[in-house]
């Protein structure tokens, strides 16, 4: 399967500790987004890579949001002192272009308890 | 990018024709309507996109009115898998500092029922 690839695909986690997701994008894609989706609502878009330079940063990525992609292949987004209204799913997308379909992973749900 | 306006819901007997309308009266002369749609507890897939000319693939049709104010996502054979929250968004084709990022709204959730 050349998707794209996320791991975790599930993550519980205490208030107050840092989580670690991963995105492996479709190979030849240079352009990797990550979004989040709370329940009931739209994904919303969170940062953009064009190959290992992070061009955008919504609002929405708070201090405690950090994310990377060194080699312009995969990316790692991390969240630090977790708190409960970071639960939500992740979800990571990549694409060719930027007029060309994007292509989603299948997300990774975090929990924070 | 241009807002979108999808009704909340849907319901469609399987094996019959879903008609999901979108709504975008403010799209410009350079944007596209894309749709996407996302099945329970995973990522988005996309579906089809047009900008003035109806298109069809694989999976669905697109009927885009002829001053582009509207558009129609079509299933013409509604199956239990198509139960899903389906995206109509409206994008430029040209770069930006986000890369051109896709904007969701709420969607419309379609229930296909046997």
């Known amino acids: 399967d050349t998707g794209v690839s996320q791991d975790p695909r599930h993550k519980i986690t205490k208030r107050g500790q840092n989580v670690t997701f991963r995105c492996d994008p479709i190979s030849e894609h240079n352009r990797l987004y990550w979004y989040r989706q709370t329940l009931g609502q739209g994904p919303e878009f969170l940062t953009y890579?064009?190959?290992?330079?992070?061009?955008?940063k919504s609002r929405l990525l708070s201090d405690r949001f950090s994310a990377e992609r060194p080699k312009g292949s995969f990316s790692t987004l991390e969240i630090q002192r977790t708190e409960q209204g970071d639960s939500a799913m992740y979800l990571c997308a990549s694409r060719e272009n930027s007029w060309t379909e994007a292509f989603f992973g299948q997300g990774t749900r975090l929990t924070v308890v | 990018d241009a807002k979108t306006t999808q009704p909340p819901s849907m319901d469609c007997a399987e094996g019959r024709a879903a008609n999901l309308p979108c709504n975008h009266s403010t799209i410009s002369g350079n944007e596209y309507v894309y749709w996407y749609r996302q099945i329970h507890s995973q990522g988005p897939q996309y579906i089809i996109h047009?900008?003035?000319n109806n298109e069809t693939n694989e999976m669905a049709s697109l009927i885009i009115t002829e001053d582009r104010k509207s558009s129609t996502l079509i299933l013409p054979h509604a199956t239990l898998r198509d139960t899903a929250v389906y995206y109509c968004i409206v994008r430029g084709d040209r770069d930006n500092n986000a890369g051109n990022m896709l904007t969701f709204g709420g969607g419309t959730r379609l229930m296909v029922k046997p």
């Open positions: 047009g900008l003035k």
């Open positions: 890579f064009q190959n290992e330079a992070q061009l955008e």
